[in-house]
């Protein structure tokens, strides 16, 4: 059970930015950043320890329908450059002093262990099953895979860790976050349906048709009745199963969560539906170059922290804006008050 932040704090919290050496709201979103950060740590002087970045890899059946340019085998090709340091990922967590752990939930490969230690075996299956035909998971492996989530952020916490950013590799994966957000907030289905990682015109109408079938069939069987961790066990993979999970615990755990772009954002959807406290301790770090991300993010209310025409997914996204939460904390911590500094208050 997640417990929502004490938002009676919130006025103290404010007063105290407020007798900081500026004009007031002069440091605009850094302000109310570092108000939500002050209310998760219950503290006007909060911390950043030991930043975790987690990434869950699996496979899509729906891949098999044409739905990506991205062929099956770069996922588990990609996972094994993340375990050596390589791709984007890699280079933004050593920047950022962030640890990052690299877990296999359900890619279509089997690793060798001993020449990719750093792979963290967590396998439910090879993959999900293809949603145009049948649930892609069942019960029990959504289940299964939340609980992988849970247990990635308690490897974290057990760290020292008190901050998380998540990120994903899974070809296909825009598709399940689509048809999720579609169905969880009510958006057509053609304002959902993006290039994911470059579809052409013809490309994106091939993966609309099919995901139009998908939740035609969806609803045939389920009718309008719709149930929000049924339906993600039906259309998600178990990288985003797991996110779910690590959002979750790491909000039980009163984490800052770091949200990255399209799939972490639907994450983040699922999981607020599920238990809503969550978004408390949500901080969306930038908004993607996908149209479905913006609607996403305009129909939760997010304020994402930078718009870079991001695309990429693995978590790089949040990375990113990680110094920009270092700030809103370092003016808690590091910047005077008009009284110390013996500056007159002008308002």
């Known amino acids: 059970m997640i417990e929502p932040v004490d938002k009676r704090m919130a006025t103290a919290i404010q007063a105290y930015i407020d007798n900081l050496s500026k004009p007031k709201g002069s440091l605009g979103r850094l302000e109310s950043l570092a108000v939500q950060i ?55 967590c050593r920047q950022h002093g962030f640890t990052l752990r690299v877990v296999d939930v359900g890619v279509d490969y089997d690793f060798d262990h001993d020449r990719y230690p750093r792979i963290i075996d967590r396998k439910i299956a090879h993959g999900t099953r293809d949603f145009l035909y049948e649930p892609a998971m069942s019960a029990d492996e959504w289940h299964r895979a939340l609980a992988v989530g849970a247990e990635q952020v308690d490897a974290c916490a057990g760290e020292g860790a008190n901050v998380v950013s998540l990120g994903e590799m899974g070809a296909g994966n825009t598709s ?25 015109r013809a490309g994106v109408r091939h993966k609309l048709e099919v995901l139009t079938e998908a939740v035609e069939r969806y609803k045939k069987v389920k009718g309008e009745r719709l149930e929000v961790g049924e339906a993600t066990a039906y259309f998600a993979g178990f990288e985003m199963a797991a996110a779910v999970g690590a959002m979750l615990r790491a909000a039980e755990r009163r984490m800052v969560v770091l949200v990255d772009g399209f799939i972490m954002t639907a994450c983040m959807l699922v999981a607020s539906l599920l238990d809503n406290a969550v978004l408390d301790y949500a901080v969306f770090g930038h908004q993607g170059d996908e149209d479905g991300h913006r609607r996403m993010l305009d129909a939760m209310g997010a304020q994402p922290l930078l718009n870079l025409g991001l695309r990429l997914g693995e978590g790089t996204g949040a990375l990113c804006a990680y110094p920009i939460v270092e700030s809103a904390v370092n003016m808690l911590n590091d910047m005077d008050s008009f009284d110390h500094a013996h500056i007159t208050k002008y308002f």
């Open 38 to 92: 002050a209310l998760i740590q219950r503290t006007l002087h909060p911390a950043l320890t030991h930043p975790c970045h987690i990434l869950f890899g699996g496979d899509h059946g729906i891949e098999r329908e044409g739905v990506t340019c991205t062929p099956r085998e770069v996922t588990a090709q990609q996972m094994m450059n993340y375990a050596q340091g390589g791709g984007a990922v890699g280079m933004f």
């Open 176 to 200: 399940p976050s689509s048809v999720l957000m579609h169905l969880l907030l009510g958006i057509p289905l053609q304002d959902c349906v993006g290039a994911g990682s470059g579809l052409d």
